[in-house]
Structures are given as C-alpha cells and as structure tokens.
C-alpha cells in the first residue's frame, strides 16, 4: 500500500513539474515534437504506397529461373512475393496486318475482314508448332495451362473462351477458332459486338480479352485511317520451357518478319496482383470507418470549455494519427515490414489507443480553478490525472502483451503496432496535446480578460442587452424604443413549416455536409481500388502517338462506284499459302528501311502506289501491349477459370511481332458478299467518333444530369421559398437602410419596431402585478392600486380615488371625490352612519404631509366624521417613511375621471389609510394591528371598509374584481371598473402573503403558515352574467363580470391553521389544485374544493422559492438549493430532480415540452420536460431579473436591465431585445406578466410597460 | 475447385449464425452517425408527448436495435464469405440476399431482446452500470468487437483450437474493458449458451451444415463470438436507456 502510494506521489509530482514545463515554454517543446513525428515517419518514404494496383518487377529472360520459395540470402531489390513459380506464363504474339498496298476498289470491310483471317493460320502454326531436341518433343499442348469449365454464371461466354484445354486466346475465339465460321460470317463486327456488355462497362471486355489490345487500337471499324490491324494471340502456359518458346519465336519471326521491328525481347516482366477489393469487402470496410468517425465524433464532443473546440478535437486527432505513423515508422526502421492491409486494421490501431487520455486530460485542466495562473492550471490539471493515466496505460499494454502470446502471426504483428503506437501516443499527448492545450488555455483566459475588463471598470456595459455566452455582438440599438431584427433568426417566428425546414437543414449544413462526405469517399474509394487502372490510363493517354503516314490517305476520296461486286466466296485457303515466304530465308532487313517499300517486294506482294501502302511500324509501346489495358485484364481472364491472381503473380514473356502483309487481291478474295453493302465511311472528320463514342456518351450523360440537377434546384428554391422573398421590408416605411443589418447575401430582413408602451402613474415602486388578460392591476409601495386596459394602455381605475390626499391632521389619505362609480345608493348610507366633522380633508394638494392642523373644509359638511378612525401612532411606523413625499403631479388623471367626480356627489366617508409600508413582501415586515378599532359601517351589500393602514401584499384579478391581500390580514375585494371596495374579510390577522383566486374561492395564505380559503359568493341571478368584451375580440375565456348591483360576500369557508411550519412564500393555484410552497422546504398540494391536503411534497433541501403549475397538471418546484423537482399531482410522486442553478430558483415556467429556469446565478437553463436533461442554458448579464414568461410554444421573454429579450426556445437563440426606456440602464425589470394577446406587461420601477409581440398576434390568428 | 466451393458454403454457414450476433453492433454505427441523432431530434420533437410514456420509450429502443441488428447481419455476413467473393461480387450479392433473407430479421430482434434485457436486469438488480457510460465508449465496443469478428474472419489459424483460445481472450477483454458487471458476464454467458443451442438445433434439424465440424460436431469458438456480441448489445441497449433522446445544440 505504501509503495502503491508512494509511486502514486512520485508519477503526480514528475507530471506535475512535466505540466509546468510544458505550459512554459510552449513553442520549443512543439517544434521539438514535431521534428520527432518527421524523424519517425521517414522510413515511411520507402515503403510502397498502399493500393491494390499491381506491382511489377523485371527480370532477364536469359537467366531466369523459377524462383525458389524460400527466400535466399540477399536478393538485392527483388521483391519479396517475387517466390515460387508464377500462377502463370503469358506469351503474345501481336500480330499487325494491313492490306497493303491499298487500293481504290476495296471496300472498308477489307480493312480487316482478310487480317483477321489471317488469325486462324497462324493459330494452327502455333498449335502444330512441335520443338524437338535432345531431351524430348514439346508441343504446345504440353506446356500451356490447361482449363477446366468456366464458372457457371458465364454461359453466354462459353462459346467464345476456350474449356478443356489450352487456354489460347485470339481474335479466331469469335468464330471458334474455325475458318469455315469466319467466312461465312456476313457481319464481322456484329459478331464482335453481340459480346459485348450492355452500358458503360469499365473493366475488362471480352473484346480486350481476344484482341488483347485496346478496342481503339485494334483498327477493326469501318472508320480506320490508319487501316492496320492489330490483335494479339495470348497463349497461356502453365510451365516455362525457354528452347520452346525461342524456336516458335524464331519459327514466327520466320514466317512472319517483321523487319523494322526493335523490340526489346530479352526482358520478362513479372506482374504481383494484390487483394482486390471489391463491394462486398467494401462495406465492411466502410462499416469499421463510420464506427471509427463515430467514436472521434462522440469523443471530441465531449470537449467542452476550451477556447477553441475544433482546434483541440483536430489536435487529438493529430496526436493519434501521427502517433500512429510514429509507430509504423518505428518498426519499419528496426527492420520489420507490415505486412498486414493497412487500411483494414488501421480503424481498430485507433480504437485501441484511443482519444480518452486526452479528454481525460483536457477535462481536468479545464475543471481546475480558472484564477489561477495558466502553468499552475496545467500541471494541476496533469497532476491530478496522472495516476489515472499511469494505470490505463500499463492496463492497456498487458492485454496487448496477452494478445502477443497468442501466436498468431497476424495479432502479433498487431500487437507490436499496438504496443509501439501507444508509447508513441503517450509521448505525444505528453508534450504535443498538453502544450496545445496550454496554449488553447491561455488564449481563452485572454479573450476573458478582454471582455470582462470594461466591467470591471465599472463602466456599465453601453448596450445592456443580455449576452449570449457565444459572444454575439449586442444588438444595435438606433433609437430608444426601436429595436432592430437580428438577422433572418427571427423570422423563424412567423414562417411557415416547410421554410423552417430548410432554415434547419441551411443551419446545419447537411447537404454540403453529405456532399464533402460523399466527395472524400468516393475519392478515397477510386484511389485506392484503382490506382493502377488510372495510371495506366493516364500512361495510355500520354504514350498513344498521333497515327502515322497519314499524309496520303488523308485526302483520299472512296469511290464509290468503282467499287465492284465480287461473287466470289473467297473460300480458298490456298491463296494465303501463297504470300508465305519461304520457311528458310533469313530476314536480314536493315532497320530504317520502311517495310512498305522493300518488305513487300519480298513478299511478292504486287507494290502499286507507295503513298498509298499503310505503314506498320513498331513501336515502343507494343513492347507491353498488356499495359493499355485495364489493369484488371489479367484478374478478370483467369477469374473466368476460377483461378484467382489475387496475393499472386504472372510472368509476362516478351512479345514475338508478327507483321503481316496482304495483297489487295487477297482481300477481295476472302470478301463475303454482304461486305459490299456496308456504307462508306461518310467523311474522315467522324473517323475517330466510334472509338470515342463512350467518352461523348458519358459527356453527354453528365450534361444531361447536371442540367436537371439545376432544374430540380431551381424548382425546390421556386416551391421553397416565398415569391416576395426579400421584398417584405420594402413597404415599411419607416425603414433605414442604413440601419438595417444585412446578412451576407444582402438580404436586410424586414423592420418590425416595437414600442413598449408605458404606463406611468405610480409613484412608487410597483409591487404587485396582476391580470387577467383584458385588465392589468397593480399596486405600487403606496398602496395605490391603478387598473389599466391591457389592450390600450389607458388607465381605468385609480384604487384610492385621487381625490384622497393625505391629510394633515392624520397623515392618512382621504377621499375627496368619492366613490364615484359605487352607485347612487352608497353615499346616503354612508353618509348617514358617519359623523361629519370628524375626518381631516385637506384640498392642498401641494403639501400632501401637512400635520392635522388643517381643518376640514366647509365643502364636505356632509362627511362623516373620521376622526376615530385616523391613526395617529407614527411611532410604530419607521420614521423614514414620513419623509417619502409622493410627487405632487404624480396622478394623472384621465378626462373619464374628471367627469365622474363632478357629476357624483361628494361620497362615502371615512377611508383612512395610514402611510402604507414601502417594505417588500419577501422580507419579514413590521407586524402592524390596527391600532384603532374601527367600527365597520353597516354594510347591506357586503360591502367592508377599505383598510388603508397596511401595505398591499398580494394581489390577484379575476373577472373585474380585485382581490387584494394586505399585511394586515385583512382580504379585500375591489370592483376593478369602479374602484370600489365591494367586500373585505378580517378573518385572520397575520399578514397575506400571497393570494391565488381561482373560480369563485380565493386562497390566501397567510405570514404564519396557515391558508385560509375562502368563498366569494354572488347574490344575483345568473341571467344577469354579463361577458365583458366583445365576443370573438380575444380568445380567453371570458370571465364574468360583476355588476355593481351584485351581492358579493367573501366567506373564510376553511382555515388550514399549520399549512407550513414556516412562512408560505408561494402559493400558485390551477387544475383545481392549490400549491403551497413554504421556507419549510416542502410542497403542500391542497384540493381547491374542500381545502383537503393532498400530498406534501419532499424532496427539497432548502425553502421552495418557485411553482409552477399549470391546467396539464404539471408540477414543478424550484428551491433555495438550486434544484427543481418536477411532480407528478396525480400521484405526488416525483418524476425528476435536477440541479441546475447556483443558488435560488426564482422562477419557472413550462411548456408543453420543456421546463424554463432561472436563477439567482443569472443562468436560465432550459430542459427537458419529459427526461429531465437539460437542453441548453442562456448565461444573462450580472444582476438581470430573474423574471420568465412564456408567450408561445417556443417563444420566451426575459426581463433584463432595463429591457425584455425575445428567445427563440427550440435553438436558444436571441430573437431581439426591446429597451424600455432611455434611462432605463439602471433599473431591471422585475416582474414579467403575459397576457393573452401576446403583450408582455413588466414591472419596471415605478412603471409599467406594454410590449405588444405583433408577429405572435398574426401567429395566433 | 470443389474446395473451394466447400469453404465458400462453410463461411456462409457460419457467418449465418454469427450474425445474429453481429447485427448489434451495426447499431451503434448507424447511432453513431450525426444523421441518425438528427432524425431522432425531429422525431422527439414530433413525438415529445409520446417519449414521456414508458412504453413508447421501450418500442422506440427496440426498433432501433432491430434495425442495427438488421444491418450489422448483413455486414458481418459479407464480412465472413467476402474472401472467395471478391471477383463475381454480384453473385455473393445474390445468394446473400436470396438464401438467409430470415436470418437479418432474426438477428434484428435477437439484437432487440438483449438490448432491452441488459438495463432491465441492470434495474432490477438495482446496480445500476455506470462505468464508462458514454457513447463514445460504446463506440470503442463496437468497433473492437467488429475487431474480433474481422480476425475470426480472415485471419489464419493454425488449429481451430488455438482460435478458440484467442477469441475467448479477446472476448473476455472486451467484457472487462467496457463493462466489468456481473450482470453484464452472466448475461453474456448465457446469451452464448442459448444461442449456442439454438444453432446446434437447426444444424441438426438440418437447416444448416457444417463441412468442417470441430470438435463435438460444434463450431466451437462460436460462443465467444455469441459471448461478445451479447456484451456489445448489451452495452448498446444500456446506453440507449440511459441517454434517451439527446438533442445536439451546435450552434
């Protein structure tokens, strides 16, 4: 244990002081890094590049032996597969005949109708040919490789290719090696073309098979300038017997000279052909690469809180790439070659050592404290990983030692590779990754720097906008109230489905995306199955030579009409015997002599017109006709017999030339009478059209694809997007292009400015919110409750009247005009119940605070005496409070207003509010009683008697009555139209904490932990039910309104005395259901009907301090602890917990998919409702409010300094910011109401504002 | 020749039945694709009411371990025949598709069952799997095991024995690399044995047969691969349960 210890300290210490070094100086440790990866990867140089293309190795033919299968010695650069005998030996004749000289009548069948009957004798020459020596007689049946069947998929073949015997082939297979069928053949290349694959087909033809050469150069068409024929006989043997091969060599060229031939014959090439790879070994292979992408990709997803998360993903790439070729390089220098596929096990190489240590690394420097200096990060971070590290590492190393000793040449190999490599990455990520990553570190520390210093200076940020944490430049703010549309972002808001479908697929970048895969895909497929198949083209392409001795027969016209018809079928095989010359004369031809003018005298070929005769000529590139062709020519022949090339080799002997010459006569001769009816070639601009006609069809083909291509674009962008698309901004009028910010296309989105409406009146802060769509309420510090129209803005209803001024005598506010909209009926019964003279009015409104010396105007005789009621104990009220002077012009008064007071008389007496308590509900306030006993009036419609001596604590609105919680206990309902107080309730006396009015039963809960329940009851008929608003204005359920002439009574119907042991903070109601939530850190769920508990919620560690719950039944919590519960009210179970915040919770809100949060830590996090992961979170400004609202599905509004933001919830993304007002930076918005049509009301100060979303009112029409 | 045709059918035969392993792995490389977590964000985000039931959530896993068990059976069986398939890949496409069409889908809920086996045993056992619980360690399985198939499939072994032995190390490396649960090894066990049986019943039903019959007329190194493929899907179908849907915010 102690040592374990001890080697643990020691390898924390060593990487510890490793960290520090790296982190110091990081630009040498990198460059000596790097200067390492190229030393180990030189020896790479020398390895053969890997492909399945064959590979080739020359030898002498005049010393060749079979190579033995045992390596010997040193065989200097001979490769090491060049052992044991070939699969098979390849010897050519390439045979080039021309009828020669040409004449005028022939037709241009007799190009190559009479050449390639040539075949069929020189077949049996080489098939009769018998060498006999000493040692025995050879034949050629002997010695060539014998085949069986073809495979059985090959039956249309199967009359062309030779079975059961010599594998010989040549042009004669086309009509079975017998003459008898070639001649009575009416069409030549009809037959030659029936064998030939429908479509483009790239490989090997049976055609390239026979010929042996290209189709181009075989000259077998009508169109053929140069008029020579060229094919190849292609004789296969199984054993090598040189004295065979050179007399049938010497027997050929004997026959046949071929004079200014200078062809080099004393060279074999021998051709080793890899594994090929085809679909089927393919898709296993792109099967291990997508997991190994996948594995990257899920990996370096995982790098979170790095300056730049590409460029470390891209740095763990690199260092197990190079650690990879590190290894590879390594071996080969200590002398083992890798045999193995390189690219099959390079995905596992991979896998097996693996990203972990480097994000494992990145993640503990990253969690380590952000204050400290980077190199202290650094080697923190290696430190606190390394015994990690240590123990994976020499884990690692014992499986793959295991997997050595399975003996398995292959896991071996493997193993070793696994071994070297994961040293190697262990060097790497060592001192590559960990200085990048330092560096990475360093630069975000910088960028941090930079950003936060402004603040730091206690300069306010001049564009207070929420910023994203991604850094998006703030908004740019022209004017005040205006606010510009970021970018095509927000039109997400009011586009239809299909445009956000491909705003998510133009977001994402998929197309390119798939494109970019595709492309590279397909390039790594072509070049690494078919890198010979391209060289070889490439080499054609470069070697093929423009045709020679073209001159003459250039301008040549066909006659046509002297071309004669022949009868004859020309059956006679003796006439061919006779342009043999005679078997023994040698052919001591001088090279430079063209054989057009002296080999055809020897041949006794008539020699008419020498410009006329076509010109055989030998060139350098007969020498290995083989190499035209496709690479897979050889692979695709032997495959045919079910004899695989693959991990094998062939021997290519050198080509014995066979020039033919025929005479004009001879041509005729062999001509069958349909040749005649072939038409002349139309004119020598098309000659060469055949031959390329595959290159014009592919041409053609891609034109034609790439047209329809832009087609099918151009229609998907016409069904895609919108006809007036980038027109939409230009009718507004009010638009500035110069302040429109344009995305870089050009496109500037339309203007839509919003304008928060203020509303002012309250003199101080607003305190309580409440609204029910069509009427908002609030309630400032001094107590004032103003009623307003949501839709306008207009100020309906001022709770007390203006005409109650504070007055001098008591210090209490007063009424001077009355209940104006109470009724007619009120003021007599008021007015009668109280004694006039006793209550303190004072007209000057100039000194609202002015003592109770000022006596009562004559003008209110008739008021009751207050006098009683006015409390005069300014003791128990903080003295700070005398000295807050509500503003003089603070109330405004609307013309309604005015009208009112001078048609109602004087009214209703004796309102006495004491000074109101300015202190918030949250804190613990003063514990006021009311200090007079106040004889409530006989009220006969229920009506109480306001309570001005205690602050408004909570405040609810439903329909158009106010309920309206006060610190005294005491409940009170107002008439929200009228201002008049239509009943009240003192049933308790601690203070209302907050209120819930659901229905007709109000819930209150109460400074103590007690709920009290209570019943409002309307005595009238229900005929009377009168809607408020015009039907079909707004969508909300309209609520009832109650008339003036109604009966209201407010019953405590229930009183949970011991609801929560500590004080409720929130009370929220829905569903028939009523939430509690209590600084006792639980949860109390209450059904509204009979006020019975139904659960209490555990599961918080620290007081609820957010609810939310909606009519779906969804419950969520939020605490002091930072964590969120969401329970299930049917059940009261929990469904999830989370913890997303440092510190409080202070608001919630959900949607039908997800759960909204903010915190006391400026974070909003986002997550998802139905599992609980969190989606994503938006970091706010320092000192944001923490107000929420969600206005529709996937639109949310937060409150900020001084201004709300628009979030586009799906994506997180900032939809615009609206600013309230000019000086408005100090202030934050502090509590956020949406109303049903979609305007957001906040609390700002002492003032309101009314945000309209107009784009989300078109979206809910 | 006939030799030749005799190995073809054996690999056939066999890759047959390993399959039915193999097809969950594909599953993990279909997940793993961005493409795949993108259709499964649209797909939550249409059916999000859905996904809170548990049923739903089960269906929705189960299809997708089917549909990579599906496609991992036909990978993994061209993985095994492809050595003699090289030349005349259209007839190996043919008989591919053509004689075994009912193994993929047999695989695909083979891979279906174990997936949803694993985290359900995990629950009940109440030892919940937290050891590396990550995709990006699920994609180290799956790509170690397609490892382990890729050398039963190509590489040369002396005796039929000595790959047992190396497959059986290999196998209970993985288990012990990705993930050390008892649950996990007694469930791989047995996912090994029945599937073991299974094969052995239709070999003697005649459904298959072997050319090369190893000891006790058993391919004998094919629990290891039954064994490997059980953890692989296992761990699959863990992380599946675990991570539910996972939306990406890359922007």
């Known amino acids: 244990m102690t040592v374990r210890e001890r080697l643990r300290e020691k390898i924390s210490a060593a990487f510890y002081r490793h960290g520090l070094l790296c982190a110091s100086y990081p630009v040498p440790i990198i460059l000596f890094t790097s200067a390492s990866i190229l030393t180990c990867c030189y020896p790479l140089l020398r390895l053969p590049l890997p492909g399945t293309g064959p590979v080739e190795f020359t030898t002498r033919v005049r010393d060749y032996t079979v190579p033995s299968h045992e390596p010997q010695g040193d065989l200097g650069e001979r490769p090491d597969w060049y052992r044991g005998p070939p699969v098979a030996y390849i010897q050519q004749v390439l045979v080039k005949a021309a009828v020669s000289p040409w004449d005028s009548t022939l037709v241009p069948v007799d190009v190559f109708r009479s050449p390639l009957g040539r075949v069929f004798s020189l077949l049996e020459e080489i098939r009769n040919h018998v060498h006999n020596d000493g040692s025995g007689v050879r034949s050629l049946e002997a010695l060539c490789l014998q085949v069986t069947d073809l495979l059985p998929g090959l039956r249309r073949m199967q009359k062309v290719l030779p079975e059961h015997g010599c594998l010989l082939v040549s042009p004669g297979n086309y009509w079975q ?142 260092t197990v790439l190079s650690s990879l070729l590190m290894s590879v390089g390594l071996c080969t220098l200590f002398g083992l070659t890798p045999t193995l596929n390189g690219g099959e096990i390079f995905p596992y190489l991979v896998v097996v050592i693996g990203l972990e240590n480097v994000l494992v690394l990145t993640k503990s420097v990253v969690s380590t404290p952000v204050d400290l200096e980077v190199k202290l990060r650094i080697a923190q971070g290696l430190s606190n990983e390394s015994w990690s590290i240590m123990k994976n590492m020499a884990t690692e190393l014992c499986i793959i030692l295991i997997g050595y000793f399975t003996l398995v040449p292959a896991i071996q190999e493997f193993c070793l590779f696994a071994v070297v490599g994961l040293v190697s990455d262990f060097f790497l990520q060592m001192f590559f990754f960990t200085t990048v990553l330092s560096i990475d570190i360093r630069r975000m520390e910088l960028a941090d720097l930079n950003r936060r210093l402004p603040a730091e200076a206690g300069m306010p940020p001049p564009k207070p906008g929420p910023l994203r944490p991604r850094e998006a430049p703030p908004p740019p703010r022209p004017s005040p109230y205006t606010i510009t549309l970021q970018t095509p972002a927000f039109r997400n808001l009011r586009l239809p489905k299909r445009l956000r479908v491909v705003y998510f697929l133009a977001r994402t970048r998929l197309a390119q995306r798939f494109i970019m895969v595709g492309t590279v895909i397909w390039i790594g497929i072509l070049a690494y199955t078919d890198p010979a198949g391209l060289r070889t083209y490439l080499a054609a392409q470069v070697s093929e030579q423009s045709p020679l001795g073209e001159g003459g027969a250039g301008g040549l016209p066909p006659h046509l009409g002297v071309a004669p018809v022949f009868p004859g079928p020309g059956g ?94 001879e041509a005729i001769e062999t001509r069958h009478p349909q040749d005649t009816r072939h038409p002349p070639p139309p004119s020598h601009k098309t000659n060469d059209l055949p031959a390329d006609l595959t290159l014009y069809k592919v041409a053609a083909l891609g034109l034609a694809a790439g047209v329809l291509l832009v087609l099918l674009l151009f229609c998907l962008y016409r069904v895609l997007c919108p006809r007036n698309y980038g027109q939409n901004g230009v009718a507004h009028g009010r638009r500035r292009r110069g302040d429109l910010p344009c995305d870089d296309y050009g496109y500037s989105p339309p203007i839509s400015e919003i304008s928060p409406l203020l509303l002012r009146g309250h003199s101080m802060d607003i305190e309580c919110l409440a609204s029910d769509g069509m009427l908002l309420a609030s309630c400032c510090l001094a107590g004032q409750i103003r009623v307003w129209d949501a839709q306008t803005g207009d100020c309906l209803t001022v709770i007390p009247k203006h005409g109650l001024r504070r007055s001098s005598s008591s210090g209490c506010w007063e009424q001077r005009d009355g209940w104006d909209a109470v009724g007619v009926a009120e003021p007599e019964n008021l007015g009668g119940e109280t ?279 969804v419950l969520a919590s939020g605490g002091q602890d930072g964590a969120i519960c969401l329970w299930d009210v049917l059940t009261g179970s929990r469904v999830s917990h989370v913890y997303g915040h440092r510190g409080d919770v202070t608001s919630l809100v959900c949607t039908t998919s997800c759960v909204i949060s903010s915190g006391l830590d400026d974070l909003i996090c986002i997550w998802d409702r139905s599992t609980g992961i969190k989606l994503y979170s938006i970091q706010q400004e320092v000192g944001c409010g923490a107000s929420l609202g969600v206005i529709s599905e996937s639109l949310l509004v937060t409150g900020g300094q001084g201004c709300v933001s628009f979030w586009d919830l799906n994506f997180g993304d900032l939809l615009q910011t609206v600013y309230l007002g000019q000086s408005s930076d100090g202030q934050g918005v502090r509590q956020l109401v949406v109303l049903n049509n979609a305007a957001i009301v906040c609390d700002f100060g002492s003032e309101l504002s009314l945000v309209y979303v107009p784009s989300v009112l078109e979206k809910l029409d | 020749m006939p030799r030749l045709e005799e190995h073809c059918w054996r690999r056939s035969c066999t890759s047959r039945v390993e399959s039915k392993n193999y097809s969950r792995e594909n599953w993990v490389a279909s997940k793993a694709e961005e493409m795949m977590s993108i259709i499964t964000s649209v797909l939550s985000n249409v059916y999000g009411s859905l996904y809170s039931v548990q049923t739903a959530n089960l269906i929705r896993r189960g299809l997708v371990l089917f549909t990579v068990g599906v496609f991992l059976a036909l990978v993994l069986n061209l993985l095994q025949v492809q050595r003699n398939v090289t030349l005349f890949p259209e007839e190996v496409m043919a008989t591919l598709f053509s004689s075994a069409w009912w193994i993929p889908p047999c695989c695909g809920t083979a891979a279906a069952v174990v997936g949803l086996l694993y985290p359900c045993i995990d629950s009940h056992l109440g030892e919940p799997h937290k050891f590396k619980r990550e995709w990006a360690s699920v994609m180290r399985c799956i790509a170690v095991f397609v490892g382990i198939n890729h050398a039963s499939a190509k590489l040369d072994f002396a005796n039929n024995v000595q790959l047992s032995l190396t497959l059986a190390a290999l196998s209970l490396g993985l288990w012990w690399t990705f993930d050390r649960s008892r649950s996990g090894f007694g469930l791989g066990i047995g996912t090994a044995f029945l599937a073991t049986v299974i094969t052995q019943l239709l070999v003697y039903n005649g459904v298959y047969q072997y050319t090369y019959p190893d000891f006790l007329y058993v391919r004998s190194w094919l629990p290891c691969i039954f064994f490997s493929g059980g953890v692989t899907v296992g761990n699959i179908g863990r992380q599946l349960a675990m991570g539910g849907v996972e939306k990406l915010h890359n922007d």
């Open chain 1, 177 to 318: 090696n017998q003459r008898e069928l070639f001649d009575s053949d009416p069409d030549l290349l009809k037959t030659v073309h029936q064998h030939e694959p429908k479509g483009l087909h790239t490989s090997a033809t049976l055609r390239d098979l026979l010929f042996g050469v290209p189709v181009k150069h075989t000259g077998v068409s009508l169109y053929s300038r140069k008029r020579v024929v060229t094919y190849i006989i292609t004789m296969v043997l199984g054993s090598y017997d040189a004295r065979f091969l050179s007399s049938l060599r010497a027997r050929l060229r004997q026959l046949h000279p071929s004079v200014n031939c200078s062809l080099r014959e004393d060279h074999m090439v021998h051709v080793h052909f890899k594994e090929e790879i085809g679909m089927a070994e393919l898709i296993p292979l792109v099967t291990t690469y997508i997991i190994l992408f996948a594995y990257i990709y899920f990996s370096t997803r995982k790098i979170d809180m790095v300056k730049s998360k590409w460029g470390l993903a891209l740095a763990a790439v690199v």
């Open chain 1, 572 to 665: 006679d095989p003796a006439s061919t015997l006779s342009v043999l010359p005679a078997p023994d004369e040698p052919t001591p031809l001088p090279e430079n002599q063209s054989q057009g003018h002296h080999g055809a005298p020897r041949e006794g070929v008539p020699h008419q017109a020498p410009p006329l005769v076509p010109q055989i000529s030998w060139g350098a590139e007969d020498e290995e006709g083989w190499r035209r062709l496709s690479f897979r020519h050889w692979p695709s022949l032997f495959s045919y017999y079910n004899i695989t090339l693959a991990k094998r080799y062939i021997s290519i002997l050198p080509i014995i030339p066979v020039t033919l010459h025929l005479s004009p006569r």
């Open chain 1, 835 to 1113: 004694e006039p003279g006793g209550g303190v009015f004072d007209e000057d409104e100039g000194y609202p605070l002015r003592r109770r010396t000022t006596p009562r105007p004559a003008l209110f005789e008739d008021q009751p005496d207050l006098t009683p009621l006015i409390d005069t104990n300014f003791d128990s009220q903080p003295p700070s409070h005398l000295l807050l002077t509500p503003p003089r012009d603070g109330f405004d008064f609307g013309g309604l207003v005015e009208k009112a007071y001078l048609e109602h008389e004087p009214p209703s007496p004796g309102l006495t509010a004491s000074y109101p308590s300015p202190s918030p509900p949250s804190g613990p306030p003063p514990q006021r009683r009311r200090s007079l006993g106040y004889i409530q009036p006989p009220a006969p419609q229920g009506q109480g008697t306001p309570d001005w001596e205690s602050a408004v604590w909570a405040m609810e609105l439903r329909g158009n009555l106010i309920a309206a919680g006060r610190s005294s206990g005491k409940l009170e309902l107002w008439d929200a139209v009228e201002g008049s107080l239509r009943c009240s309730n003192e049933d308790g006396v601690s203070g209302i904490t907050a209120l819930a009015f659901l229905n007709n039963r109000i819930v209150a809960a109460r400074l103590d932990g007690s709920l009290d329940f209570f019943t409002v009851d309307i005595n009238k008929p229900l005929g009377l039910l009168q809607y408020r608003g015009p039907p079909g204005h707004s969508k909300m359920p309209p609520s009832p309104c109650y008339s003036s002439e109604d009966v209201i009574s407010c019953q405590l119907t229930r009183s949970v005395q011991c609801a929560h042991q500590k004080p409720i903070t929130v009370l929220r109601a829905a569903a028939g259901r009523v939430v509690t939530g209590s600084q006792d850190h639980t949860v109390r769920v209450y059904r509204l009907e009979d006020s019975c508990c139904l659960f209490t919620l555990q599961g918080h560690s620290g007081g609820i301090t957010a609810i939310y719950i909606d009519q779906t039944m």
